[in-house]
Structures are given as structure tokens and as C-alpha cells.
């Protein structure tokens, strides 16, 4: 699914060079592709004047300068750019609500044409924000993992009763939009709150705050940022590592970024580096997992993200040798819920969140364990008892019923049918009943009835 990122700009006043970003805090792998769209207001209002020149052309010197610095960063790393521009087709009135192209689309040496075709352009129309975000989601390649940027260069709102806001909201819900920037120059309070939905906005009140509002956005949209993640124990300490952890886009839920939690040689949680154009939940795969929500990250500085993970062991021990053993599952809930939270092997330890859990072991007959705490780096073990090896032969076919026997409770865990008559199955230490009839007999006296006990490892032949 395509990831844009929606950059509005009320005018494009100042762009510093991409080579004066701040470094983060370690050296961060290249990017992946990034496409920048820039969709340009032509309206009539980019006709008057600002701090005395025209404001489409002003934006559009401005606009070559950004240019100048994106070809010196595609020397270094991939990226591609296009245009869209609205409101230069058709004058005003009357007012043409579908007055927006893609005249210049994506490719690797498109920045000088994008410049000729400004040239070109001369404000006449209206301005249809929410037509033109709308139909830039189309203007993307399908089937690319590249990091897509929007950049709208705007002098004012929203003039074909269009909802940017929504259509911003409906982006990011979908997955399209990750991030929308508002930066505002000579905008009234009013204005600025109907831009300011849309996404974080910059108001820009003079031009030294418009660059500032300017070198952070191409700061974030150009880089990844440092992050560490830290697993706490009990103690509050971040010694907790080695599980799966993934980060999610908060508003689609798109999973933007794996890793393995690892410590570093210098046995620190090791850093790992996050796209700043989202807001992130993150998910700790331990068992069960854990979540923190709303994780904002911020460019230039080594982010540190603390999350609760304490951790203890659980060994179900089957005794004996066997390597049968392994087969057996045990199924983990936490106490008093009814739901499985994880399935394990037995014989084998398992990390499992502090806490209590009921524990159901699929033993024949099944074993039940409820309210089992797990501590801080402890190993909790549940000791069960070596199952024994019952081989059953029926000298004809036949229906039947094995039963375990505890005082006068007796419960079914195994149905015996008439297309087998030799069955070999472990057991737990125990009393049990077969209760069958010869498949050919239609009458229930017929029935009959063999008791035996089983002891931990060893085998026994019933023949029935």
C-alpha cells in the first residue's frame, strides 16, 4: 500500500539545503526510495502580492531553489519528484472545481523539466485542495515500497466546498497519507484552524519562522531517526531482549517497520532507526504481548522508548526419556480468561509475561494446572508424571470408549472405532474402563466392560 506523506504549504517562502539537516545521534542506513509529489497553486489569488512580488511568482523562485537542493541529494540517495499543479487551466469565473493535472509525472531526470513547465504557468482559477489531494493518490507508481511524499504550495484554503480535512483523514485511515504538515504564512485565525485539521500545522508569521517550519520538515522526510527501545523487568531496568517487536502506522495500521529486540556489544539495548512521518504503536511480541500506544518520534536526537516487559520461564517437564514427550502440547491462558494465549511444547522453556496463568496440558487424560505464577527471571516448572504405554487389541472390530477413572467420575478421552482393532496410546498413571460392543451385535447386553491400571513408563498388553 502506498505511503504518502501530506506536506501543506501555505507559501513556499525559504528551503535549506538537505546537507544541513542535523546528523542523528549514530550513522543511519541510506533511505529507501522517496517520490516527492509537489502539487502547485495556480489560483488567481497567487496573483497578488507579498513582501512586493506576485506570491506564484515568489513561491516559484523559492520552489527552483528546493529544486536546486533535491539535485544535489539525488547524487546520494534515490529519489524522484513530480508535479501537479491546479487552478492554471481555467479563469475565473466560473469557477472550474476540477481545474487540476499531473503535468509532470515521476521518473529519475524529471527537476528540470518540472522548472520549464513553471515557467510556462501563468495563476488564473480557483483553488480545489480537496479534488487535487484526492486525485494524487493516483499519481504514485503502484507496487513500490518507496517512501511518497505530497508537498502542496498554497496562499490560502479551500474554494470548491471540498473537505481537505476529510480527505486528509480518509488518506491516512486507508494507509495513503502518513503524516500531514500545515505550514501557514498570513493566514487569519479562521483560515488557519480549517488548515490546521488537515495535519500539524506551522504557523509562520514572518520568514525566519517559515525557514525554521521549512528545515524541519525536510529534515524529517529525508532521513530516518535513532531509536532505542528499551524492555523493562520488574526492577525497571532494560535487561529484557531477544523477542520479536513491530511497529505499526497508528492511523491504518499498516506495519511500517520488524525488528529483534538485540543488545549491542556494550550490552545496551541496540539502536534501530524509525521513518519520523509516523505515529507508532508498538507491539512486543512476548507472550502475551505487550503494546504501548502513540509513540512520537522525534528528528535530530537518539529517542528512547521504555516499555514494561518483565519476564519469568515456564518448563512443563514430562519425565522420562521418551521423545514422545515433545509432542505433548500445553496450552497457556491467563488465569480467569478464557482464551489461549499461546500454545507450547512441553519439555521446553518458555518466556511468559509476569503474572498467573491456568495451564492445560494435553496429556491422556488431559492435566490442568490453574493459577501458576511466573516471576521476575525465575524458572517456574510443573513437574508431569511419565506417561505409561498401553497397546489395546480387540479380537474383532468394535465400537468403544476408553475411560479414566477417579473414584466414581469417569471421563471419556478416547473413542475406539470398528476399521481398527490394534491401537498403542500413552497414558498417564492411572485407572481406566473399556466399555465396547462387537460391531456386528445389536443388542446393548452385548456390551462389555475391561478395567486396568497404568504405571508411570511402563507398557502393558490388554487384548479385549
Not at 385 to 394: D, E, K, L
Request: charged share 25%.
Amino acid at each position: 500500500m502506498k505511503k504518502i506523506v501530506l506536506v501543506i504549504l501555505s507559501v513556499l517562502v525559504s528551503m535549506l539545503a538537505f546537507s544541513q539537516t542535523r546528523k542523528p545521534v549514530v550513522e543511519e542506513p541510506e533511505p529507501p526510495l522517496t517520490r516527492i509529489l509537489f502539487i502547485f497553486d495556480a489560483s488567481m489569488s497567487m496573483s497578488d502580492k507579498w513582501e512586493g512580488t506576485q506570491k506564484f511568482v515568489k513561491a516559484r523562485e523559492l520552489m527552483f531553489e528546493l529544486l536546486d537542493s533535491l539535485e544535489r541529494v539525488q547524487k546520494k540517495h534515490p529519489l524522484e519528484v513530480a508535479l501537479r499543479v491546479y487552478g492554471h487551466q481555467s479563469p475565473v469565473p466560473p469557477q472550474d472545481c476540477h481545474d487540476s493535472k499531473l503535468e509532470v509525472s515521476f521518473g529519475e531526470r524529471t527537476i528540470g523539466i518540472i522548472r520549464d513547465k513553471l515557467m510556462s504557468i501563468t495563476p488564473k482559477g480557483t483553488t480545489p485542495i480537496a479534488y487535487s489531494l484526492g486525485q494524487s493518490e493516483g499519481d504514485f507508481p503502484e507496487g513500490n515500497d518507496s517512501r511518497n511524499i505530497i508537498i502542496l504550495i498554497t496562499d490560502g484554503i479551500e474554494m470548491c466546498n471540498g473537505d481537505p480535512c476529510e480527505v486528509s483523514a480518509a488518506l491516512q485511515k486507508k494507509g495513503v497519507v502518513l503524516k500531514p504538515y500545515i505550514i501557514g504564512i498570513n493566514i487569519d485565525v479562521k483560515q488557519a484552524d480549517m488548515l490546521a485539521c488537515m495535519g500539524n500545522y506551522f504557523d509562520a508569521g514572518n520568514a525566519g519562522q517559515f525557514r525554521q517550519a521549512i528545515k524541519t520538515i525536510v529534515s524529517e522526510v529525508t532521513s530516518l531517526t535513532a531509536v532505542r527501545v528499551n524492555l523493562l523487568d520488574s526492577n525497571g531496568k532494560p535487561t529484557e531482549t531477544n523477542v520479536a517487536m513491530s511497529f505499526h502506522d497508528m492511523q491504518s495500521g499498516d506495519v511500517r517497520y520488524t525488528y529483534m529486540h538485540t543488545m549491542n556489544a556494550d550490552g545496551q539495548p541496540d539502536t534501530i532507526y524509525l521513518d519520523v512521518l509516523s505515529q507508532y504503536k508498538l507491539k512486543v511480541h512476548t507472550v502475551p504481548p505487550v503494546y504501548k500506544d502513540g509513540i512520537t518520534i522525534e528528528e535530530g536526537k537518539l529517542n528512547i522508548i521504555d516499555v514494561p516487559a518483565p519476564q519469568g520461564t515456564l518448563l512443563v517437564d514430562i519425565k522420562g526419556e521418551d521423545p514422545a514427550n515433545a509432542d505433548i502440547k500445553c496450552i497457556i491462558r491467563e488465569t480467569g480468561l478464557p482464551h489461549t494465549i499461546h500454545t507450547i511444547d512441553a519439555d521446553k522453556k518458555q518466556k511468559l509475561i509476569v503474572g498467573q496463568y491456568d495451564l492445560e496440558i494435553l496429556t491422556m487424560p488431559r492435566t490442568y494446572v490453574n493459577a501458576v505464577r511466573i516471576d521476575q527471571g525465575k524458572l517456574r516448572k510443573i513437574d508431569i508424571p511419565q506417561p505409561g504405554t498401553v497397546i489395546i487389541n480387540f479380537r474383532s472390530p468394535a465400537f468403544g470408549t476408553l475411560l479414566h477413572q477417579e473414584g466414581d467420575k469417569l471421563t471419556d478421552i478416547y473413542e475406539f472405532s470398528p476399521d481398527k482393532t490394534h491401537y498403542k496410546l500413552r497414558l498417564q498413571p492411572g485407572y481406566y474402563r473399556v466399555v465396547f460392543r462387537d460391531q456386528h451385535s445389536h443388542s446393548a447386553k452385548n456390551s462389555a466392560e475391561f478395567k486396568f491400571r497404568v504405571k508411570e513408563g511402563e507398557m502393558t498388553v490388554q487384548n479385549l
